[in-house]
């Protein structure tokens, strides 16, 4: 009988969990619950406080992972954020509370998963509108990356529609539907924008990746899975004898980062390959040997240059535009060659052409008209030498534009009027492209805007 009740008792004590056995929501779709959501959940439902939970996981957890205010933060990529899923599925005995985090993937991708530099909450206006007990925030709600609510088709959104204040993290179900700063409702000021196909795709390859994450399995995809993927797609454009420097270079380093496992991709890498490659994230997932081949390799249109820039770089394609479009009318005595113009906005050309082909047409134009291709040459040499010849100090006094240019002239042996021409364009770009300058067009185009200014003028050449 004694034995009896003992067995009971520690079958009872091996079931008996701290937390009421909530279930996760959405297991095996793309539409899984975020572990953070979970935790609200729980917290609602057991009225236990936040720091009541961060204490009890930090108990036992590994050091770092009771960090309130990284609570949040559950992409459970790196090994803190894993063992603190870990502890909250002892805690509440549900299994599989890691299908409503990343950790499939922690093995393959980077802990950057964010494209704008840093993680702002991002809802779904219709959702938060249609918000009952039953209800719960998506995993894929966190992807920043994803431009529409999967349900409603709606844009996410990140700001206040009144205020224009990005909004907390909080844990307090409540309060999550009402801007912390203004108190205006979150779920007004729903946006159904008109998207170009290749945003749709981003979106389509975020979803399979987030139900490939959701799907219970025992553990994460290996990292071979990128590195098998990336060397076939190097061998293969080795093969193709691909033209274009760029992309072998580009391709190149996606390679060596992949086989020395030095610099995992982030989810923008990831989904630059397969856009490269022309084929989808879950096809990448399951065969990527397979998918590495030959096959796709010349019938995708996004091969020209990397489809998907960062946020910072689709700024500075941005600014470049401005620039270029500034510099033209400045109507100068001489056009330089546009990658040497401009050379400090540090972008891919194709992009910029991709783009800003209005612009980018006109000044190939102008520039062309300016002679014969050995007389454009002999022209961007001297254009080289009279930007050294410009900050070179003058021995006698103050610069004198003439006597730089009888110099430019000398050294480049062409006609003094020439010499006086390319001089004076290299001194206008000169001038217009001071360290503040170049801040103020950069500054034209926030941070966040930019991937979106990029993405809806992407024609893919
Ligand atoms: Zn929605
Ligand atoms: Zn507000």
Redesign the pocket.
């Known amino acids: 009988m004694n034995s009896q009740r003992s067995i009971a008792k520690s079958d009872l004590k091996a079931r008996w969990t701290v937390l009421p056995p909530l279930k996760l929501k959405g297991v095996g779709t793309s539409l899984v619950e975020s572990v953070p959501s979970y935790v609200a959940r729980m917290l609602w439902t057991t009225g236990v406080p936040l720091n009541h939970l961060v204490r009890c996981v930090a108990r036992r957890a590994i050091p770092g992972s009771g960090s309130s205010t990284t609570f949040m933060v559950s992409e459970a990529l790196n090994t803190i954020a894993i063992s603190r899923v870990e502890e909250l599925e002892s805690l509440s005995g549900e299994k599989d509370l890691r299908c409503g985090s990343l950790w499939a993937l922690s093995e393959i991708m980077s802990y950057k998963t964010n494209v704008y530099g840093e993680y702002k909450r991002r809802w779904c206006p219709q959702c938060y509108e249609d918000w009952d007990s039953n209800s719960y925030e998506p995993l894929v709600w966190r992807v920043d990356l994803l431009g529409v609510c999967p349900r409603h088709q709606c844009r996410m959104e990140c ?7 990005f ?1 907390r993290d909080t844990y307090q179900l409540d309060l999550r539907r ?7 409702s ?1 779920s007004t000021g729903a946006i159904w924008p008109k998207r170009p196909d290749f945003a749709h795709w981003v979106d389509e390859q975020i979803m399979q990746l987030i139900e490939f994450c959701a799907t219970p399995r025992a553990v994460p995809a290996p990292l071979s899975i990128y590195t098998d993927f990336a060397m076939g797609l190097c061998i293969n454009a080795k093969r193709s004898g691909r033209r274009d420097t760029v992309m072998r270079l580009i391709l190149k380093d996606i390679e060596r980062h992949a086989r020395r496992n030095s610099r995992r991709p982030t989810l923008r890498s990831l989904l630059n390959v397969c856009a490269l490659q022309g084929i989808s994230v879950q096809e990448l997932l399951c065969a990527p040997r397979q998918v590495s081949g030959p096959l796709l390799f010349d019938q995708w249109p996004g091969m020209s240059y990397l489809p998907l820039p960062s946020a910072v770089h689709a700024q500075r394609i941005h600014a470049a535009s401005r620039y270029l479009e500034d510099f033209l009318a400045l109507d100068p005595p001489f056009l330089p060659p546009m990658n040497i113009l401009l050379l400090c906005f540090h972008i891919q050309l194709l992009a910029l052409k991709d783009v800003a082909a209005d612009i980018f047409h006109a000044y190939e134009e102008r520039y062309l008209s300016q002679g014969s291709r050995s007389r454009l040459a002999c022209l961007r040499s001297s254009f080289l030498c009279a930007r050294r010849v410009l900050i070179h100090p003058c021995r006698r006094g103050f610069p004198n534009l003439n006597r730089q240019a009888e110099r430019l002239a000398r050294l480049m042996e062409v006609s003094l009027q020439d010499a006086t021409m390319v001089l004076e364009g290299a001194k206008l770009m000169r001038e217009t492209q001071t360290e503040e300058m170049i801040e103020k067009y950069r500054s034209g185009l926030p941070l966040r805007s930019a991937l979106d200014w990029f993405l809806e003028r992407r024609r893919f050449l």
Not at 178 to 184: F, K, N, P, Q, S
Request: overall charge positive; charged content about 10%; aromatic content about 6%.
């Open positions: 700001t206040c529609p009144k205020c224009g204040k909004q009402t801007c912390w700063a203004c108190g205006t979150l």
